[in-house]
């Protein structure tokens, strides 16, 4: 007599097996897409039976464990609960270090960071912050770089007070890049990024456009950004999005992420 399977389904109605997960919310690099409803987010949470995701607005959303329920790189992937006991991945900041969970602020160093305005200093607090507190660097805004010889010479850089300064737009043939060639003291480091102003170093993907807009030379950046997006007329109003959008490095251009590493490590290293 032939033996039969208890299992009478069809070969070709038969699912594929799919690979299961750990829904491990340490690793930040886990981003999966729920498929019935196509929410996206990092998973944050993993109790009995659900998975918390959150998305880059913050948005949270609980959602059951079900087989072949999310999407995983483009792939149908089952999440799982982690293991018990296994081992967890160290958490991240904002820039991507290793975190440092209960540690204190240090006390604030000599030496300091200035960057051109308010908008540059909320962008690096927002992603370099809980580094700075921990390094005890200070990051101060100016207002334009124009007068930045006297400033230099005001703030009295030496080997235990080094100073580090971020520039918008340093390319070649700028006034700001003739500016940042007559500071020649060897205790102070200019860097910069490319863009005409610091909201250009997020990535438009992030805010929710294909690319930052052409402004004519001549116009007020900022303002003709608005204009061309269809933003009210409140650059105010338009940094507060922008801003808003930003969770870590991964949303920032590459141009302005190596510039500020570059800085934190020139005013953190020891003297010589």
């Known amino acids: 007599m032939r033996s039969y399977s208890p299992d009478l389904t069809p070969p070709w109605k038969k699912s594929a097996p799919v690979p299961e997960v750990p829904a491990d919310p340490s690793d930040p690099d886990l981003v999966v ?30 959602f059951p464990l ?5 999407l995983l790189e483009g792939r ?7 293991a018990a ?3 967890a991945r160290p958490a991240r900041t904002a820039s991507g270090s290793v975190a440092v ?9 000599a030496g300091r960071i200035y960057v051109e305005g308010r908008h540059d200093a909320e962008l690096v607090e927002r992603v370099w912050g809980d580094d700075l507190r921990i390094e005890g660097v200070v990051v101060e805004y100016l207002a334009g770089i124009d007068d930045l010889p006297a400033i230099v010479a005001e703030f009295a850089p030496g080997p235990d007070a080094r100073l580090g300064v971020l520039v918008d737009h340093l390319v070649p043939g700028s006034k700001e890049s003739r500016i940042a060639a007559s500071v020649t003291d060897p205790h102070v480091l200019v860097a910069g ?4 102003d610091v909201w250009g170093a997020v990535k438009p993907s992030s805010v929710g456009i294909r690319a930052w807009p052409e402004v004519p030379r001549g116009q007020d950046w900022k303002t003709g950004v608005c204009r061309a997006l269809g933003w009210p007329p409140d650059t105010g109003a338009a940094w507060r999005h922008i801003l808003s959008r930003v969770h870590s490095y991964k949303d920032l251009e590459p141009e302005l992420l190596g510039r500020v590493e570059e800085l934190i490590d020139f005013v953190t290293a020891p003297p010589e």
Do not use: Q, S
């Open 33 to 62: 897409e729920e498929v019935a409803t196509g929410f996206c987010g990092a998973v944050v949470a993993c109790e009995a039976g659900t998975v918390t995701l959150e998305d880059r607005f913050g948005k949270h959303r609980v």
């Open 66 to 70: 079900a087989p072949r329920g999310f």
């Open 76 to 82: 149908v992937v089952t999440l799982v609960r982690p």
């Open 85 to 87: 006991g296994a081992a």
């Open 101 to 109: 969970p209960g540690a204190r602020a240090r006390v604030a160093r």
């Open 193 to 196: 990024h490319p863009y005409i």
